[in-house]
């Protein structure tokens, strides 16, 4: 008899840590995650070998198509590259239950294609998101996502003048026990997670990084960055309201720059990248990076 692995919300809820467990619960009774092609309960425990599929595509309420603009990179009949805007939810969810990328891709694609998120975006984050537009490229992107073989590059504007050239984070997150918005470094139940950073330009007691997130962890660009004391700037939750740049700056000035994976149909590596949105534009030309 295989041996349990865990029960499958707590599974999902680990595996896509920008998901709620409530969330998944909903997917899991609405028959939108599934074993072995099988509707399960919340509590099965999943073993070695089982098949697990989940559809973000359609929202535990119903999912309202609209008309929304979209900055789309890329498109093929397999996959789609969106610059995703600062301000903008990934998803539905409580409080959100339209406006979101979501929403926009369902207005977009009008019954044509299935739109399937494979990963996600902070609120404030701007730049490319990858979406699948069948369930063939969905495992296969997720299945990327799960070995780390999608390479992900940032830019972040950071506080203070960073001494060295090139650095690597090695610290375990979790949610904090005291504020459960917040990811931090040390919890029992925390993860390992690891951030790779080179500096290209310092000014004025500002760093601009090339940042590599080699795992995943929610939030773990911007924790740890604050860890070692040099948060985004403008980053109110990670660097505190009187945080450098929250004034100036209505959100925190990370984006999401370049996205290489392995195409699902056509199996080789691609790779694509979203320019600068303009209030990080600005920043730059502000403290002489460029």
Not at 70 to 99: F, Q, R, T
Request: glycine letters at 8%.
């Amino acid at each position: 008899m295989s041996e349990i692995i865990k029960r499958l919300d707590v599974y999902l809820t680990n595996l896509y840590p920008g998901y709620s467990r409530g969330y998944f619960q909903k997917l899991i009774k609405t028959g939108q995650a599934t074993v072995n092609g099988k509707k399960v309960s919340s509590h099965y425990g999943i073993k070695e070998g089982d098949d697990i599929n989940v559809s973000f595509a359609a929202a535990p309420t119903e999912l309202v198509a609209q008309d929304m603009p979209l900055a789309i990179i890329y498109e093929d009949d397999d996959v789609m590259l969106i610059n995703k805007p600062a301000g903008l939810v990934v998803h539905p969810a409580c409080g959100h239950h339209d406006g979101t990328l979501l929403n926009a891709l369902a207005g977009y694609a009008k019954d044509k294609f299935e739109p399937m998120l494979v990963h996600r975006l902070d609120k404030d984050t701007s730049g490319i998101m990858i979406v699948a537009k069948n369930e063939r490229a969905k495992n296969s992107l997720v299945k990327q996502f799960q070995r780390h073989s999608v390479r992900k590059t940032y830019f972040a504007a950071a506080a203070g003048a960073i001494s060295e050239e090139k650095g690597r984070i090695e610290a375990p997150l979790g949610r904090s026990p005291v504020d459960r918005r917040k990811i931090v470094v040390g919890p029992l139940a925390s993860k390992m997670a690891i951030t790779e950073f080179s500096v290209v330009y310092r000014s004025r007691g500002y760093s601009l990084l090339e940042v590599h997130p080699v795992t995943g962890r929610t939030h773990q660009i911007r924790s740890h960055l604050a860890y070692i004391g040099h948060p985004v700037l403008g980053d109110v939750t990670y660097g505190g309201p009187e945080s450098v740049g929250s004034s100036v700056f209505k959100r925190q000035m990370l984006h999401a720059y370049k996205v290489s994976f392995i195409h699902p149909a056509k199996s080789k590596r691609m790779e694509f990248s979203a320019p600068l949105p303009e209030d990080m534009e600005r920043l730059w030309k502000k403290e002489k990076f460029k």
